[in-house]
């Protein structure tokens, strides 16, 4: 399907190859404007999102069970912080590296890739995305978006203030909803691509990627993330902040909770403070698309023995937060990304059975530890994740410094942070030599066999006394080469 036809067919409609056309034309330009001043606009960014923070609460109504103080703390006021740390810290980020070593003079920089696309998600559609546009847009790259479900009118506020404060317009172009634009993207090529969506969404992606042509990609494929708690864990706080994370975003969050580890002594009382910090919340009415994905998981579970400790099942209500206790091991909720606040509960008697449970799931994007500093810093350095928070849960990765890698099936590659602004460029290393000494260029016999061996070992022998001699004899060599 052309992208004309995405668009709803209009005649007059640009076509997808001109667009991109355009767009690099653009970006080529954009990058040579410099450094300081594509971070310049960023700074009138922030700006004009204090000023539309009206529009863009009501670009982002569509999201079910948040209001409008929800969408500015996870949406509106990241955005602004992401564009904030940007410009104060993409220029030491970006910043060449050099080294000298060998009579050379290594000078590494991080060029801008050229065209990237972004694919966004549809339950957090302006802060997700937007971070990764900005990030683009200050390494000096040009962006095609391709919005998630209901994500158009965020996309499009999106654009419009970045256009007002000095972006061009063909700079940032923005899809249609439509999966097909993006077929239709990779089929002109373009330098790298970013996704954050399901699982479900980074196969398809990748089988697009394996029939179109070779692109690079980062996929944060969201996560089944696990919260353990230890034994001397604060249980009030830990309840608190499970509680929290189950209800953030209507649980349509990817760093939700979803397996809850518990030290078996202390599985009652956190349970009853858990309960009792979820009856205070609002009660999450479980329907939509994610909840008929859920549904027959959950049914299953608990057809097998599974039993629900808080909230509501039944054909005539399906209320959440919903906890259930009991699943088994082999489940396939134990590894599914589905959206919504159902978290699984198990316990624990050892270090090694914690292990054994945290690595059933295959999806690894984040992790949580409540417990003593010492033991859960130790239990952190054993945990496969790609972000993990300790005594506390979800808020700190909103820190625009926090980088996200996920691992195993929650993908590869980072988003956000340093490291995400760095996987918008490529690493180009200029090499100079300096001084007339090109060994090299001399034609190599039989009588540097030895002298080679002998500079072999004295880098990188071992001991003293074989580094010693061998470079007497490299000295020796030397001296009756110049008499």
């Not at 980074?202 to 070779?214: D, N, Y």
Request: charged share 20%.
């Amino acid at each position: 399907m052309p992208l004309t036809d995405c668009k709803q067919g209009h005649a007059d409609a640009p076509t997808i190859a001109s667009q991109l056309v355009a767009t690099r034309v653009a970006a080529g330009a954009w990058a040579r404007i410099g450094l300081k001043a594509r971070l310049d606009c960023l700074q009138r960014f922030r700006s004009k999102v204090v000023e539309s923070a009206d529009e863009l609460i009501s670009a982002c109504s569509h999201v079910p069970n948040r209001c409008a103080g929800e969408t500015l703390a996870s949406e509106i006021i990241p955005l602004a912080d992401a564009a904030r740390y940007l410009v104060g810290s993409a220029a030491r980020i970006l910043r060449p590296q050099t080294r000298r070593g060998w009579g050379l003079r290594m000078v590494t920089q991080h060029r801008p890739l050229g065209l990237i696309l972004i694919i966004g998600p549809s339950n957090y559609p302006l802060f997700l995305p937007g971070v990764q546009v900005l990030q683009a847009l200050a390494a000096g790259n040009g962006v095609i978006l391709k919005p998630g479900a209901g994500g158009s009118a965020a996309a499009a506020v999106l654009k419009r203030l970045l256009a007002s404060v000095g972006v061009p317009d063909d700079l940032l172009q923005v899809t249609p909803e439509a999966t097909e634009c993006v077929a239709e993207v990779m089929a002109e090529g373009v330098d790298k691509l970013i996704l954050t969506g399901s699982r479900m969404a980074g196969r398809a992606v990748t089988e697009l990627i394996a029939q179109s042509r070779p692109t690079a990609s980062v996929m944060e494929l969201s996560g089944a993330d696990a919260a353990i708690v230890l034994r001397g864990a604060d249980i009030e706080r830990a309840a608190a902040a499970i509680a929290f994370g189950l209800t953030f975003n209507g649980g349509a969050t990817c760093m939700v909770p979803r397996r809850i580890l518990l030290e078996q002594t202390l599985a009652d009382e956190f349970l009853r403070g858990l309960r009792h910090q979820l009856n205070r919340l609002p009660k999450i009415a479980l329907n939509g698309s994610a909840w008929i994905r859920i549904a027959p998981l959950v049914d299953s579970v608990l057809q097998d023995g599974a039993t629900v400790l808080h909230g509501q099942w039944s054909t005539e209500a399906r209320v959440g937060p919903l906890l259930l206790g009991g699943v088994c091991r082999s489940s396939a909720l134990q590894s599914t990304d589905q959206m919504g606040p159902v978290s699984m509960v198990e316990t624990f008697s050892t270090c090694d059975d914690l292990l054994a449970n945290y690595e059933r799931s295959p999806m690894r994007l984040g992790a949580s530890i409540f417990g003593p500093v010492t033991a859960a810093q130790t239990l952190a350095r054993n945990l496969d994740a790609g972000c993990i928070c300790i005594n506390d849960l979800l808020a700190p990765t909103g820190h625009p410094a926090v980088a996200l890698s996920p691992r195993k099936d929650s993908g590869y590659g980072s988003t956000r942070g340093a490291e995400g602004l760095l996987e918008m460029t490529s690493p180009v290393t200029v090499i100079e030599r300096y001084g007339r000494f090109l060994p090299h260029l001399v034609r190599a016999n039989v009588e540097d066999d030895q002298m080679l061996k002998d500079l072999l070992a004295f880098k990188h022998g071992c001991g003293s006394k074989i580094k010693a001699s061998s470079l007497l004899r490299i000295i020796k060599r030397g001296g009756n080469s110049s008499s």
